[in-house]
């Protein structure tokens, strides 16, 4: 089968090939995948990942097969992923912080085989590729009548925004929010903010033809981070800093301006990735009048809680999925894709396959 591969360089390959799914797993059929960062920054570096390894994460599909014990999915069954392969027994999945799972993090497998050699899964579930396996908790079902395509953004960018605004920041009415950076994570903290009652959203970003899709995803004031001054701007527009800053860029010196930009009591929650061992600085006095800076981790998400209730706000017309893809992709367009991503030029592309 065919598919997005990286082993030093990104290439399209027609010997691709996926094991049966074990007792616990599934094997879908991908129709729709969502382009993000995290693959980019596996092609650039930024995230150290061993090849050959099959790119993708962010996807919806058809459930083809199940294993012997698989118990809430269906053969035919459309479903998005999520990237956390949990294991839901222990004192994190149990108290309802599955994103602490120990056995969620840096774990690796191979269940690809290219030309005869065994090839990584990458974020445990490898997207840009015709068919995939993964475990049954982390193919979430949902209605037929979603379409696959704006589904497939569910997984990543709409889980990781909408997550930090609700689950981690939980923004509560009349508070105000400045967020940098607005790809496919920032619109998404953008919309989660003005759903959960957020009066001043700042949208901040280099490219200041981002002000319309801003907007749309309900941003109140928009700054151009290429004139300078932000921090300035943001406190002028939030009478002297804002409650929440969200970091989608993965930039210190973008980390830095969010912290910079709080008011009293205010939080700077990091969304975006920068490399690994990049550090970031703040003014220690600045921090006294009971400010904090969060991590977050995939939305701190509860997958099969928060993804049937991302779908459900959707069909309900509150929170907008379709919106969110800029461009759609062929497989065989996938670097053309990744030129478009690198360059500002999406909020979100979509492979179809």
Known sequence: MRGVL?????????????????????????????????????????????????????????????????????????????????????AACESGHPTMCSKSIGKLSKPFTVNGEKAFSFANVSAFVERTVVLERQAVKIPDDVPLESAALVGCAVMTGVGAVLNRAKVSYGESVAVFGMGGIGLNVIQASVLAGATKVIAIDML?????????????????????EVVDQIKALSSGGVDYAFECVGHPAVIRQSIDALGKGGNAVILGVPKADAEASFLVSGMYMDKGILGCRYGSARPRHDIPMVIDLY???????????????????????????????????????
Do not use: M, W
């Open 315 to 353: 069909k309900a017309g509150r929170l907008k999925l379709d919106e969110l893809i800029t461009r759609t992709y062929e497989l065989d367009q996938f670097e053309q894709a990744l030129q478009d991503l690198e360059a500002g030029e999406l909020a979100r592309g979509v492979v179809t396959l």
């Open 208 to 228: 200041p033809a981002k002000e319309a899709v801003a907007r749309q995803f309900g941003a109140t004031e928009f700054i151009d981070a290429s004139q300078g």
């Open 6 to 90: 990286f082993n030093g360089k990104v290439e399209i390959s027609d010997n691709i090939e996926v094991r049966d799914p074990r007792p616990n797993e599934v094997t879908v059929r991908i129709r729709a995948a969502g382009l993000c960062h995290s693959d980019l920054s596996v092609v650039n570096g930024t995230i150290p990942f061993p090849p050959p390894v099959v790119l993708g994460h962010e996807a919806a599909g058809v459930v083809e097969a199940i294993g012997d014990q698989v118990t809430t999915l269906e053969p035919g069954d459309h479903v998005v992923f999520s990237t956390l392969s949990n294991c839901g027994l222990c």
